[in-house]
């Protein structure tokens, strides 16, 4: 009996082992992958008509003295087709701490492959003893110089680069510094804060957006949480305490925090809501506290301005206040209301040993170098989007800019009016080489990312 099984065993090897041997040959993708320098593969996952890997990929912490320290930068690569065009996504964020299979509005549009990469200092993609002035675009657009260089091995196809909000900016200034790393550029809904104290653009869309009633309720309702401040932040503390959150670190106290959250509050409501919420907003003069606060933490939340959320985003508040600006806002509905006049700065969000002094001159060059040099840059933006108010403006190089009628922070090609929706994506056909239009179907089991971090899910 013993030896029955033993030789249906060994009949079974014999037909397995040439199919294992010939699978684990036969991976040419696997093998090109592992074939380039510093890029470590974590994990695969199979699925339907894609191979998707979660990599790091060796980054010098500073590309102009590359000796002197490295750091692992996470991406992801969902892999279609050695053919088909490559979409790199420049997530101007992290990864989530778990990847999974997503795809980009131009993916889907493509049928396209497609590179997601983490942005330098947002963790883990740090370096172990972190010089916070390699922090810059510059840096970040050489982290992604260099991939794209590495993947060109694999895929000798078109390429385009997408993101949107802060990973909106991070394509446009990869663009900049390396104009011929990629084919094309969507970016959507990425603010140009060219001259930061110049910031009228956005008080002008805060006083025109929607209707006068919509904005007269806001700026009341903004006006009442500040004036029941005395019974309101003692909530937030209270709060705080049984959530373990903590203000000392950065924002300072939870007086500066209920202030930085209300000033917020607004700018929160038209960046996620749209214009039929304005019927859901209390009304200012008869709204109870705790109607106040609840509606201000649904559209803002509360434990974002805490040294327990606020870490996570060092890296772009250093950018904001170092280099990308921030929105100035006047705030003059608010007068006398304020118990911190200078607190809606990006500084205030980050420890005092990372605040920094702001530098003109990389938007200013940005700024010039898209509106008369730049090729092939399509941007997208909601018309109800606060982050819409500094627009970048692109050139007449084979560019386009269009506007999402009635669109917040989520605007995209699909929301466009259909004639533009049209215009855009035949633009993006031809700059990827796709001359047959992808329909959505050829997309299905891969979810769509819009590519923004909602801030009240991460709380």
């Known amino acids: 009996m013993r030896k029955r099984i033993l030789a249906v065993l ?10 294992t041997a010939a699978h684990a040959a036969d991976d040419p993708l696997l093998d090109q992958l592992r074939a380039i320098p510093g890029l470590t593969i974590v994990s695969e996952t199979p699925g339907a008509g894609y191979r998707y890997f979660v990599m790091t990929y060796r980054q010098p912490a500073d590309h102009r003295h590359p000796k002197q320290g490295t750091f692992e930068q996470r991406l992801t690569l969902l892999h279609r087709s050695a053919d088909a065009p490559v979409v790199l996504y420049t997530n101007g964020y992290g990864l989530p701490a778990t990847p999974r299979p997503s795809q980009t509005e131009p993916t889907a549009l493509l049928g396209a492959n497609q590179i997601s990469l983490e942005h330098r200092f947002f963790t883990p993609s740090r370096p172990a003893d972190a010089d916070w002035s390699d922090l810059t675009i510059w840096q970040e657009a050489t982290d992604e110089h260099r991939v794209v260089t590495a993947f060109k091995s694999l895929y000798d196809t078109r390429w385009i680069q997408t993101g949107a909000s802060k990973g909106g900016m991070t394509s446009v200034y990869h663009r900049r510094f390396y104009p011929n790393d990629v084919d094309g550029v969507v970016a959507y809904v990425a603010p140009d804060d060219v001259i930061n104290p110049a910031d009228g653009a956005y008080d002008k869309f805060f006083d ?23 019974r309101l932040v003692p909530r937030l503390a209270s709060e705080a305490a049984a959530n373990g959150w903590t203000f000392d670190r950065t924002i300072g106290t939870a007086d500066r925090s209920f202030e930085m959250t209300v000033l917020d509050s607004v700018w929160a409501f038209w960046q996620y809501s749209t214009e039929a919420d304005c019927a859901n907003v209390p009304a200012p003069d008869t709204a109870t506290d705790e109607q106040i606060y609840a509606w201000v933490d649904a559209v803002a939340g509360w434990s974002f301005y805490t040294d327990q959320s606020l870490e996570y985003y060092w890296p772009y508040y250093y950018q904001a206040a170092a280099q990308l600006g921030w929105p100035s806002l006047r705030f003059e509905h608010l007068r006398g209301l304020r118990n911190h006049p200078g607190l809606y700065t990006a500084n205030s969000s980050l420890p005092k040993e990372l605040r920094r002094v702001h530098n003109p001159v990389p938007m200013i060059d940005v700024d010039l170098w898209v509106r008369t040099a730049s090729e092939r840059m399509l941007f997208i933006y909601g018309e109800n989007d606060p982050w819409g108010a500094e627009r970048f403006t692109p050139s007449r190089r084979d560019s386009a800019l269009y506007v999402a009628p009635g669109a917040n922070h989520g605007a995209n090609i699909s929301r466009l009016n259909p004639g533009d929706a049209a215009a855009a994506t035949e633009m993006l056909r031809r700059w990827a080489d796709a001359p047959a239009p992808v329909t959505a179907t050829k997309a299905a089991g891969i ?4 590519m923004l971090g909602d801030r009240r899910r991460v709380n």
């Open 447 to 450: 979810p769509l990312d819009d």
């Open 208 to 230: 025109t957006v929607s209707t006068p009633e919509c904005r007269a309720t806001l700026d009341g309702l903004q006006r009442e949480a500040l004036e029941r401040r005395d």
């Open 10 to 19: 060994m009949s079974v090897l014999v037909v397995l082992t040439p199919a």
